[in-house]
T-cell receptor
Framework: AQTVTQSQPEMSVQEAETVTLSCTYDTSESDYYLFWYKQPPSRQMILVIRQEAYKQQNATENRFSVNFQKAAKSFSLKISDSQLGDAAMYFCAYRRGQAGTALIFGKGTTLSVSS | NAGVTQTPKFQVLKTGQSMTLQCAQD?????MYWYRQDPGMGLRLIYY???????DKGEVPNGYNVSRLNKREFSLRLESAAPSQTSVYFC?????????????FGPGTRLTVL
């Protein structure tokens, strides 16, 4: 069975600084996708970034980027130029390659941002 | 385009009561999911429906039933609520055919069972 592990229950960063959230996963499959979701206090789940396992290039979305290390089964999220609005719970998630399959989530990392 | 909607947003039940959580999506997605979120546990899959007419159990299905009423609607029923079912429930949907298959989430239902 696939598992997703987020080893940092809480992280903090100052405005304008950079922070990296860690995620590791375990799978025996070669075809899969990885995601980072943000959950602010409103509870709404918001997709931050996604990575296809077959792509070697790391995904980037504005201030958000990932470090995807397939052999090490590691998928970390880097937030650059942190803003107060980045404060939220962040979830790492895995999905098998087959369409219509569900996400497997890590337990989450709470990120706080101070001014 | 409302995306994924869930009703109710909040609910308090007594042990043994029953209720149905409603979910609807207007994105013409084939696949729909129910997750529960508990503190320190992330989101865990309860049931999912890969396409209209099919449903399958997820990681934590005990105490729940689901109905895929049509392509738009996917309901979750608690027949006899227990305090262990106190949680936040999320419905999600995705397109079956697209390679990236992003899941879109509803706003969640906070359920308390006394």
């Amino acid at each position: 069975a696939q598992t997703v592990t987020q080893s940092q229950p809480e992280m903090s960063v100052q405005e304008a600084e950079t922070v990296t959230l860690s995620c590791t996963y375990d799978t025996s499959e070669s075809d899969y996708y990885l995601f980072w979701y943000k959950q602010p206090p409103s509870r709404q789940m918001i997709l931050v970034i996604r990575q296809e396992a077959y792509k070697q290039q790391n995904a980037t979305e504005n201030r958000f980027s990932v470090n995807f290390q397939k052999a090490a089964k590691s998928f970390s999220l880097k937030i650059s130029d942190s803003q107060l609005g980045d404060a939220a719970m962040y979830f790492c998630a895995y999905r098998r390659g087959q369409a219509g399959t569900a996400l497997i989530f890590g337990k989450g990392t709470t990120l706080s941002v101070s001014s | 385009n409302a995306g994924v909607t869930q009703t109710p947003k909040f609910q308090v039940l007594k042990t043994g009561q029953s209720m149905t959580l409603q979910c609807a999506q207007d994105m013409n997605h084939n696949s729909m999911y129910w997750y529960r979120q508990d503190p320190g546990m992330g989101l865990r899959l309860i049931y999912y429906s890969a396409s209209e007419g099919t449903t399958d159990k997820g990681e934590v299905p005990n105490g729940y039933n689901v109905s895929r009423l049509n392509k738009r609607e996917f309901s979750l029923r608690l027949e006899s609520a227990a305090p262990s079912q106190t949680s936040v429930y999320f419905c999600a949907s995705s397109e079956l055919r697209e390679w990236n298959n992003e899941q879109f989430f509803g706003p969640g239902t906070r359920l308390t069972v006394l």
